[in-house]
């Protein structure tokens, strides 16, 4: 079956400017997963969501990144005003039960903000 | 602040030789316990998982990671490596409903 997919896989914007990341899941999968990973380090946990319930978002860096999971399924993850420290790829995972289970990860969207 | 850490951020070792990465974490109450796998060009894969149980897990691959709570590790280990396993691998643990992860150790495989 399907994976996790990512779209856009590569984006480059420029400073100020707002972005918009796709990630769908596995179909069923209740638990979404966003995760910033800068070059050589671990993922950075960004926000998590069941179903379209937003339960956790504590590891947004600033109030420009934004989450939304409307339908519970397909999730978007916004950047407003892009800065370059906002250069990173950006992971989205998905589970069937929460952190405990298996989480199935995308490809990533590696955003370059000049 | 709780951490993970991953003291190598890289390994080198020879074709069929045995292999152990090394993962330590910071914290005194129960933890669950990850290995993820990074193939080159590839997305993270589960290699294996503690929640509960037996401290010696085995993985995808022939991996497997032992719980050593007094030590608060949990280190991956291999008896016998192949080119295949070249890849970046990381340990998570979750804590609280917070996932943290390592940084990484990437494994060379020589010939």
């Known amino acids: 079956g399907a994976g996790v997919s990512q779209s856009p896989r590569y984006k480059v914007a420029k400073r100020g400017q707002d972005v918009a990341l796709r990630c769908d899941p596995i179909s069923g999968h209740v638990s979404l997963f966003w995760y910033q990973q800068a070059l050589g380090q671990g993922p950075e946990f960004l926000t998590y969501?069941?179903?379209?319930?937003?339960?956790?978002k504590s590891g947004l860096p600033s109030d420009r990144f934004f989450a939304e999971r409307p339908e519970g399924s397909v999730s978007t993850l916004k950047i407003q005003r892009t800065q370059q420290e906002d250069s990173a790829v950006y992971l989205c995972?998905?589970?069937?039960?929460?952190?405990?289970?298996?989480?199935?990860f995308g490809p990533g969207t590696r955003l370059t903000v000049t | 602040a709780q951490s993970v850490t991953q003291l190598d951020s890289q390994v080198p070792v020879f074709e069929e030789a045995p292999v152990e990465l090394r993962c330590n974490y910071s914290?005194?109450?129960?933890?669950?316990l990850f290995w993820y796998v990074q193939y080159p060009n590839q997305g993270l894969q589960l290699l294996l998982k503690?929640?509960?149980?037996?401290?010696l897990v085995k993985g995808i691959n022939g991996f497997e990671a032992e719980f050593n709570k007094s030590q608060t590790s949990f280190h991956l280990r291999k008896p016998s490596v192949h080119i295949s396993d070249t890849a970046e691998y990381f340990c998570?643990?979750?804590?609280?409903?917070?996932?943290?992860f390592g940084k990484g150790t990437r494994l060379h495989i020589l010939p």
């Open positions: 914290s005194s109450v129960s933890v669950y």
């Open positions: 998570a643990v979750i804590l609280d409903d917070k996932i943290i």
């Open positions: 995972a998905s589970s069937r039960d929460g952190y405990r289970g298996e989480q199935y």
């Open positions: 503690y929640l509960s149980g037996s401290t």
């Open positions: 969501f069941q179903n379209e319930a937003q339960l956790d």
